[in-house]
């Protein structure tokens, strides 16, 4: 028997729980839940414009043009090999600045057990403590990546199910309260309190820096492509396994979001801790016994914690994926396309666990020194979530290009529709990702902005550089090897 037939198949219900586990990330509700009520405008935009184009161009473009590469395959066909090059470095990127945001927000999270169960508010842990249990989850992730997505199903299957049970606890409790109570810590007295405005009624161009918090929760969508040869039928799973997880993901982004608003004021909100202190905010408004309310906040927090590990080993197949495919093609260095038994490129996830480890002990180094850099996970957070999103924009370019170029099958996925639906996909979510990485890098139109998104600023630039010269140093190399193949041809003709 073929060694691919006895491949573990991972089937609908399975990629249906993996695109939930990819996309819904915990971690990302409370920095959205801080945008306050106008977080609902918001989705409404990105739903509408982002969400749904992303997802159907995802299904067209990952069973039209099925490949373990994913975006990197869709933009060389449009692009080229340098446009790919670029792709594969930003998606690569973000992936071990994310995990390093992870990292120091598991040790947020287990502080807030043990402040919670011990009762002691100024309870802090030794820096050395810290980086051990930052290095440790780096390092478990690390090596959890190298599986095989079907190896790893059990692992995003309980991670979905453990988000749906916190993430919808937290909204269910907050809908408890409001009905109970009447009260709302961001109350909504009429529907221009759903709008951006500031005082004085004006529209908030800062508020489109929010774009970006809620599309980074809708991103994901393509790394379902990179399962296809691990399903069985592949052209109408993926796109049923998009369309189910996608309505999932908006319900249970919702309501954890909507429990946030009820429970803690936007000032007050933290971005890292802000999740677990709704929970015991509104469990002590609905009249919790206290041991009740640290049972809670124990079983929540190891939840939590749990999806953070399984989160970044979903993640970590489709990006690995990506990578060795790019190192494939001469536009990352060769070794990164080594694979090991299962036929997982497992370089990747080494060059992720170790550049995070970099950035994690720079991190809680730095945060002895400068208390400006306190707030560590969203510092590293912010620049993951720019690094991110300019990999996706010359995605939509690229759909826009290979569908006007008509069907490669007849039996996949394909949008039907006329120039102006298909200029709407691809053009709308393109604006919106370019609005959201301006309004990121530069909320204010004022010299002050610099003084605390300087961090962010600087290191979007740097991250922009180091991608054009692994461009134009990948790229030199290749036209030596053509170089060097021609010549061997004219010798052996002489």
Request: hydrophobic share 50%.
């Amino acid at each position: 028997m073929p060694k691919d037939n006895k491949k573990p198949k991972f089937r609908l219900l399975s990629a249906v729980f993996a695109t939930v586990c990819i996309i819904l990330v915990g971690d990302a509700v409370a920095p959205t839940a801080s945008i306050g009520n106008s977080q609902y405008f918001w989705w409404a935009i990105t739903l509408l414009g982002f969400f749904v184009p992303y997802g159907l161009i995802s299904a067209e473009l990952g069973t039209q043009y099925p490949s373990e590469g994913g975006m990197y395959t869709w933009v060389k066909k449009a692009f080229g090999k340098k446009w790919a090059g670029r792709v594969a470095w930003y998606y690569w990127v973000n992936f071990p600045l994310w995990v390093a945001s992870l990292a120091s927000l598991v040790t947020t999270i287990l502080t807030q057990i043990v402040v919670q169960l011990s009762g002691n508010p100024n309870f802090a842990m030794h820096w050395s403590l810290v980086l051990g249990i930052q290095i440790f989850y780096i390092l478990l992730v690390s090596v959890l990546g190298v599986l095989r997505v079907s190896q790893s199903a059990w692992l995003s299957n309980l991670g979905a199910i453990a988000k749906f049970t916190f993430m919808a606890g937290l909204g269910i409790l907050g809908i408890y309260v409001l009905i109970s109570t009447g009260q709302s810590a961001n109350p909504i007295e009429s529907w221009t309190d759903l709008l951006p405005l500031m005082e004085g009624g004006h529209f908030s161009l800062a508020g489109l820096g929010f774009v970006s918090l809620i599309i980074f929760n809708m991103l994901g969508f393509e790394v379902v492509s990179t399962f296809s040869d691990d399903m069985e039928n592949p052209k109408k799973e993926i796109p049923k396994a998009i369309i189910l997880g996608g309505i999932l993901i908006a319900i249970f982004y919702l309501l954890p979001s909507f429990g946030i608003g009820v429970a803690i004021p936007v000032s007050e909100l933290s971005t890292d801790s802000g999740l677990l202190d709704s929970y015991g905010q509104l469990m002590s408004i609905a009249g919790f016994a206290a041991g009740v309310v640290n049972a809670i906040t124990v079983i929540v927090g190891g939840l939590f914690i749990y999806t953070l590990v399984a989160n970044i080993v979903s993640w970590n197949f489709g990006v690995n994926s990506v990578i060795a495919y790019a190192a494939e093609d001469g536009t990352f260095p060769k070794s990164w396309a080594k694979r090991n038994q299962d036929g997982v490129p497992y370089v990747p996830s080494i060059w992720t666990g170790v550049v995070a480890l970099v950035i994690a002990i720079a991190g809680v180094i730095v945060q002895q020194f400068v208390p400006a850099f306190e707030n560590l996970f969203w510092t590293f957070f912010s620049l993951s979530l720019v690094t991110l999103l300019l990999s996706y924009l010359p995605m939509f370019m690229a759909f826009l290009k290979l569908h006007k170029q008509g069907k490669k099958s007849e039996k996949a996925y394909w949008i039907n529709g006329g120039k102006f639906k298909i200029g709407f996909f691809g053009v709308v979510p393109l604006i919106l990702l370019i609005i959201a990485l301006f309004f990121t890098l530069f909320p204010e139109f004022n010299l002050e902005m610099f003084n605390y998104n300087w961090p962010l600023i600087v290191g979007a630039c740097i991250a922009v550089v180091a991608g054009e010269l692994l461009v134009w140093n990948m790229g030199r190399k290749s036209e030596n090897q053509t170089l060097a193949i021609n010549e061997q041809e004219v010798v052996h003709e002489n």
